[in-house]
C-alpha cells in the first residue's frame, strides 16, 4: 500500500506564475489536509478536505490560494500569481476518516524567485 | 492561542550518545501530545503519542511523558544510532481530527558515527 504521494517534490516559479501542488492519498483514503511550513515554523494547517468537498479552509489564506479534492485524481492545492513569501514546503496528510490517524506525504518545497 | 516551542537545532550527537530533545506546551484544554519523525527524503511519520497526563509513549526506544504539571513531553533516547538523523516535531491537539494538529518548528538531529 503506497504511501501518501506529492508531487512534485521541488518547484520553482517565477514571481506571479501559478504553482499547482498535487497530492494522491492513500489507497481508501478519503480525507485529505494540507499544511505549510514556513522557513524556521513548525507545519501550519490549511485546508480539510473531503472527496468533493471543503470541509475547514480555516487556515488557508483568502486571496489567491484554493484547494480541491475531485471524485477522480489527487487533490490539488492551486497558488495563483505567487509572491516570495510562498515559498515554503507544502505538506498534505490523508486519513481514512476525520478522527483515525493521518499519514503524511514527502511534501513539495516551493521555490518562488 | 494554543502552540509548541521546541529546542531549537540543529543538534549534533555523537552515536550511544543520550539524547533529549524539549518540547513544551500551551494549550486552554487538555491536548493529546505527539511526536513526529521525518527522515531524509520520507513523509512524517507518527513517531508516539500521549493522551493524557502522566502518560509515556514510547516506540523504536524512544520515551516521552505527558507532564501536566510543567507543560512538557521532552523527547528521549537512551542509545542514538545514525539511523535516528531526521528532523522531529513536537505537536498537540485538542481534537482528535488531524485539521487540529498544532506543530512545533522541528529539531533536526544528526547523529555521527
Known amino acids: 500500500n503506497a504511501g501518501v504521494m506529492q508531487n512534485p517534490r521541488h518547484l520553482v516559479r517565477r514571481r506571479g506564475q501559478e504553482a499547482r501542488l498535487r497530492c494522491s492519498p492513500m489507497?481508501?483514503?478519503?480525507?485529505v489536509y494540507w499544511y505549510r511550513q514556513l522557513p524556521e515554523e513548525g507545519l501550519k494547517f490549511m485546508v480539510y478536505?473531503?472527496?468533493?468537498?471543503?470541509?475547514?479552509e480555516s487556515g488557508m489564506p483568502k486571496e489567491r490560494f484554493s484547494a480541491e479534492f475531485p471524485k477522480e485524481g489527487p487533490s490539488i492545492l492551486r497558488i495563483q500569481q505567487v509572491v516570495r513569501g510562498d515559498s515554503a514546503a507544502y505538506f498534505c496528510?490523508?486519513?481514512?476518516?476525520?478522527?483515525?490517524?493521518?499519514?503524511f506525504g514527502q511534501g513539495t518545497r516551493l521555490t518562488v524567485v | 492561542g494554543d502552540s509548541v516551542t521546541q529546542m531549537e537545532g540543529p543538534v549534533t550527537l555523537s552515536e550511544e550518545a543520550f539524547l533529549t530533545i524539549n518540547c513544551t506546551y500551551t494549550?486552554?484544554?487538555?491536548?493529546?501530545l505527539f511526536w513526529y519523525v521525518q527522515y531524509p527524503g520520507e513523509g512524517l511519520q507518527l513517531l508516539l503519542k500521549?493522551?493524557?497526563?502522566?502518560d509515556k509513549g514510547s516506540n523504536k526506544g524512544f520515551e516521552a511523558t505527558y507532564r501536566k504539571e510543567t507543560t512538557s513531553f521532552h523527547l528521549e533516547k537512551g542509545s542514538v544510532q545514525v539511523s535516528d538523523s531526521a528532523v522531529y516535531f513536537c505537536?498537540?491537539?485538542?481534537?482528535?481530527?488531524?485539521?487540529?494538529?498544532?506543530f512545533g518548528s522541528g529539531t533536526r538531529l544528526s547523529i555521527r558515527p
Open positions: 496528510a490523508s486519513s481514512a476518516h476525520e478522527n483515525t490517524e493521518a499519514f
Open positions: 489507497k481508501g483514503h478519503s480525507h
Open positions: 478536505l473531503q472527496k468533493e468537498n471543503i470541509i475547514d
Open positions: 494549550a486552554t484544554g487538555y491536548p493529546s
Open positions: 500521549a493522551t493524557k497526563a502522566d
Open positions: 505537536a498537540l491537539s485538542l481534537e482528535s481530527s488531524a485539521s487540529k494538529i498544532i
